[in-house]
């Protein structure tokens, strides 16, 4: 079978669609997964270095832009479609998926046009706009939180969970000494996020005493690798700050407790993982998902959400202190992060869509 996946643009968007891919071709060597997405260096180094290319289409966000960009991605559509009906045309899928963002909205519609079985994956518990338009056309739509089935037509939707990379499950066969330092895991995301780095570095002061037992996994984003490094180093405090981390299944193994975002596949992999979290949500996130994202954690006693604008420096310092000398609570939250986790999501959603593809032959 040929797939088609469009998507990409974060981490969020292009993660699940290599989740997906990689259980699309375990299923069956035979198929052939070919992704669109941007143009993003990042977007492109991921998919080369997980053996797959990416096509790309002139495509831009509308939501969220001032009214000059509105006006020029809206102008952009027409073009988009054009490009996405050539690649449908060449490659001649027999099942296209969109996993978010605005690249998969073109795709997923020229796909809808040429009666190719479509079908959209939505990560978060309120989802966004692409989605929300795309369902009215799409054959099967994916979910991840029981909410999301409030924004779209019931007899679309499958329950299914976020689908997670398998490269990840290495990150449960990394042993642990008791004797070594506690590492504590942060993630804003795969762009990094500033304001979660500031409260981080601002923090270092109020955990001094424990600066010994303590090891820092950073990921900073670009912007903020080289200040952020040279703060630990300032402080005396041992860490590994990069601006990506291209390897997230040693980081998640070595990682005792996180201090990130509450995007929906950073949730869904520290679940699968097993792994307690402190959450900040980004505060300017669409429709705010990732507040709705972390309260299904937070109700299932499987995390801790604090948001940003109740946040300081101490009082941050103060809550991971109190993680750092409560390991028991830690392992609380961790087992039941681990109770919502689901591996088993990328396969739900292929066997779905073979089933989907079968019934229009």
């Not at 060597?29 to 990042?42: E, I, M």
Request: hydrophobic share 45%.
């Amino acid at each position: 079978m040929k797939i088609l996946i469009a998507g990409g643009g974060t981490g969020g968007h292009l993660f699940p669609g290599i989740a997906l891919a990689e259980s699309f071709l375990e299923k069956d060597p035979a198929n052939r997964v070919q992704f669109v997405s941007t143009r993003r260096a990042v977007d492109q180094e991921v998919l080369k270095s997980r053996g797959f290319s990416a096509l790309t289409i002139e495509a831009e966000g509308v939501k969220g832009q001032g009214l000059f960009r509105q006006l020029h991605s809206l102008l952009k559509i027409p073009g988009a479609l054009r490009q996405s009906l050539e690649i449908i045309r060449n490659f001649k899928p027999q099942l296209v998926i969109g996993v978010g963002g605005y690249i998969s909205g073109p795709v997923v519609l020229s796909a809808w046009l040429k009666r190719v079985p479509t079908a959209i994956q939505e990560q978060n518990s309120i989802p966004g706009l692409t989605n929300r338009l795309l369902a009215r056309v799409v054959d099967r739509i994916f979910l991840a939180f029981e909410r999301s089935r409030n924004f779209f037509p019931g007899r679309k939707c499958r329950l299914t969970g976020n689908p997670v990379r398998k490269e990840l499950r290495r990150a449960l066969e990394t042993p642990r000494e008791t004797a070594a330092p506690l590492n504590i895991l942060i993630l804003g995301g795969s762009q990094g996020a500033h304001r979660v780095n500031q409260l981080i570095v601002e923090s270092l002061r109020f955990l001094a005493p424990l600066k010994r037992n303590l090891f820092f996994i950073h990921q900073t984003g670009t912007k903020d690798e080289d200040w952020v490094k040279q703060a630990y180093l300032d402080q005396g405090f041992n860490q590994q700050v990069s601006a990506f981390i291209h390897d997230m299944a040693q980081a998640y193994g070595r990682a005792d407790m996180l201090v990130c975002r509450a995007g929906a596949m950073t949730l869904a992999e520290i679940t699968a993982l097993g792994k307690a979290s402190l959450l900040i949500p980004f505060p300017f996130a669409a429709n705010n998902h990732q507040e709705e994202n972390a309260r299904a954690l937070v109700q299932a006693g499987a995390a801790e959400m604090i948001r940003e604008a109740d946040l300081s420096a101490e009082a941050l310092g103060k809550r991971i202190r109190f993680w750092v000398e409560n390991p028991r609570y830690r392992e609380q939250l961790a087992a039941r992060a681990l109770r919502l986790g689901r591996w088993q999501a990328a396969e739900e959603i292929v066997e779905s869509c073979y089933r989907l593809v079968e019934q229009t032959l």
